[in-house]
């Protein structure tokens, strides 16, 4: 984070005496709609994609910072991943990141192309650490929710695309990037896009901003597992270069350098008086040891829940 199934017999019965002119065919009755539901997200998975980032980090000097050979080793583990799964990935190279780093996009087949619904996280991290935290846990998450829509392959309403972001360290660029590069059109086509930045801090706090479809599907997630959510007044994350272009945002996190309250640590639990994460920023942000793992376990499933309630509802 940078500071600043379904019933068909009956209906397709019906449609077919509609065409023939049977006089029965109006009293049919009709399929309820149906949702399917989210799968659980296996966290052990999550911090398996966690490790490999950190081993990646450690072979590369220490850090992924956008422009290094640790950012671009990551951008290739997540696109390897993807593309194994079926997804159509594009390695967009963000001219203007240091060292034209790649953005990620990944598109799973089907859902009306003309109503996406964009779920993202930054894949890079500064260059004191290896980002682990900030944002390996969200980039993780990410690509294991896509990587579970891709194995159960649900038959979708809305085109799913997913984005791990390049240069949000340096003033998210890698999305203001994408973003400006969108004609008229392809933007509209975006209903909303939710960003998930450092959902895994020790001392977690548990925060959705938005006002919308996928926010609401977040937040009552965590209402249906009894975690009450607040908004979080940290700032920034790459939901703003989507914010800024007119279309509908949700930043989600675990909280970043601002001290827990002590109505929210008998809330959420945790250290009243301490930052959500007290290695932000620093080369303290390793795996596993800056990894809340129930935090993590939490939000990869509201994540999922968003992704389905929204692709496939």
Sequence with gaps: MKRQATRLGVALL????????????????????????????????????LDQLQSIATANGGNRATGSQGHAKSAAYVKQQLQAAGFTVTSQSCTSCTGQAPN????????????????GAHLDGVSAGPGIN???????????VALTLGRTKPVLAKHVRFAWWAGEEQGLVGS??????????ERAKI?????????????????????????????NYFASINVAVETTNECCSDDGSFRNAGIPVVLASTG???????????????TAGAAYDSCYHRACDRFPSNINDVALDRFSDAIASAVWKLGVG
Excluded at 134 to 144: H, I, M, T, W, Y
């Design 14 to 49: 019906a449609a077919t005496a509609l065409a023939l002119g049977a006089p029965w065919a109006s009293a049919a009755p009709q399929a309820p709609a149906t949702t399917a539901a989210a799968p659980d997200i296996d966290v052990a998975k999550v911090k398996g994609h």
């Design 104 to 119: 990620v996009i990944a598109d799973w087949p089907g859902g009306d192309a003309n109503q996406v619904v964009m779920f």
């Design 134 to 144: 900030d944002d390996g846990s969200g980039s993780s998450a990410l690509l294991e």
């Design 176 to 185: 203001r990037f994408y973003v400006n590069g969108l004609s008229s059109a």
């Design 191 to 219: 209903k909303v896009y939710s960003t998930f930045d450092m959902i895994a801090s020790p001392n977690a706090g548990y925060f959705v901003n938005g006002t919308n479809d996928s926010a609401t599907a977040l937040r």
């Design 256 to 270: 970043a350098s601002a001290r827990k309250t002590s109505a929210q640590a008998a809330k959420w639990g945790g």
